[in-house]
């Protein structure tokens, strides 16, 4: 019998997908045949003319998945879904169509993880909550939440009680983005804060910076300026951001691997030393610029901007709202971040014990 497993979380942009990422890479690593499922996909795509959740898409593209992109993402929920389902103009049986989806994705399969969407009761408006396809499919649950004690503790517990309410079983959370280099002890009062609400912790994900930044791409996407030389390269992402307000001797020293630099465009002394950082190693230091303020850098320096190739972005904006926005652009995994996942398998296989997890399916 094909083993399932569904993997939950406390909200949106938890930790689902680093933790799918992870286990469907640990099953590959062991040679069992794996299948991934979306029942509900509120993110989604349109590939070759099927709209398919954007998790879905990424699993099938990073671990080569043969399934069709319509079984993995059997229900999408486009504008005005809900309105439609409530009013009834929705043909079908939704949980029907789950239930033959995830049937023809495990026909071969030895592991399929079953990925949720936000907390326990998204999906509850068009009889579909996570709770209830978990409990219709038959999957035990992992909970996944983020950071601290207090937060992740709480909304742990009262997602395990839905679960609990609709018969699933809950195998364990596993909590992501926990800050252990600061606070070594975290793991040891998570576990036993879940454990007094009979909650077990399968496993803490440590926070890394580098998963945290975005990509150049989504700097060039989410901020409303002008490309004046480079190309966001896919898969760059940033190491660390640098705001240039001081003199450059100083912000040189503030240098570290792919840093992007945020400095008005008329500091035309940081502008060159960036460049001439960058030509002094041989591994960039500097990823990228955006430069503030809406001041064009003369046409001497943008030039030798386009000579190093150096990604730079000039946006209205002053530096405090730009480095504000860099900081709330939302970061998700693309298939072309091949080393962010790389990051995000090795992470996870450091965290969770995939043997004994595998060994309760």
């Not at 029907?96 to 998204?122: F, L, W």
């Not at 926070?207 to 409303?224: C, G, I, M, R």
Request: glycine share 10%; aromatic share 4%.
């Amino acid at each position: 019998m094909t083993k399932r497993v569904f993997l939950a979380a406390t909200g949106q942009n938890r930790g689902k997908t680093t933790a799918s990422l992870g286990l469907l890479a640990a099953i590959r690593e062991r040679g069992l045949a794996l299948g991934f499922v979306k029942p509900v996909g509120q993110r989604y795509l349109v590939v070759e003319g099927t709209r398919a959740d954007e998790d879905a898409v990424l699993m099938s593209e990073v671990f080569d998945l043969p399934d069709a992109l319509n079984d993995m993402s059997p229900v999408t929920l486009p504008r005005h879904f809900t309105t439609d389902f409530i009013m009834g103009r929705v043909e079908g049986d939704l949980g029907a169509r789950v239930r033959a989806a995830y049937e023809r994705v495990a026909a071969d399969k030895d592991v399929v993880v079953v990925e949720g969407t936000g907390h326990a009761g998204v999906g509850a408006v068009i009889g579909l909550s996570n709770a209830a396809a978990a409990a219709m499919l038959g999957a035990p649950v992992i909970i996944v939440s983020e950071g601290g004690i207090g937060r992740p503790i709480d909304e742990i517990v009262l997602n395990a009680a839905l679960f609990a309410d609709h018969g699933v079983e809950v195998l364990g959370a596993v909590v992501n983005k926990v800050d252990i280099a600061s606070h070594p002890h975290l793991p040891q009062v998570l576990a036993r804060g879940l454990a007094q609400h009979g909650v077990e912790l399968l496993g803490c994900i440590p926070y890394s910076e580098f998963l945290a930044n975005p990509s150049l791409e989504l700097v060039e996407t989410h901020l409303d300026g002008e490309l004046l030389a480079g190309e966001p390269t896919p898969g760059s992402t940033i190491g660390w951001v640098a705001i240039g307000a001081m003199q450059a001797p100083h912000a040189v020293e503030l240098l570290r691997d792919r840093t992007l630099v945020i400095t008005p465009g008329d500091r035309e002394d940081l502008i060159r030393a960036a460049i001439e950082a960058n030509r002094a190693t041989a591994a960039p230091r500097v990823i990228g610029l955006v430069l503030t303020g809406g001041f064009r850098p003369p046409s001497s320096v943008v030039e030798a901007l386009r000579d190093a190739g150096l990604f730079t972005y000039l946006v209205p904006t002053d530096t405090y709202r730009t480095a504000q926005a860099v900081d709330e652009i939302l970061v998700k995994t693309h298939p072309a971040d091949v080393e962010k996942i790389s990051t995000i398998i090795d992470l996870v296989d450091r965290a969770l014990d995939v043997d004994a997890l595998l060994a309760r399916l």
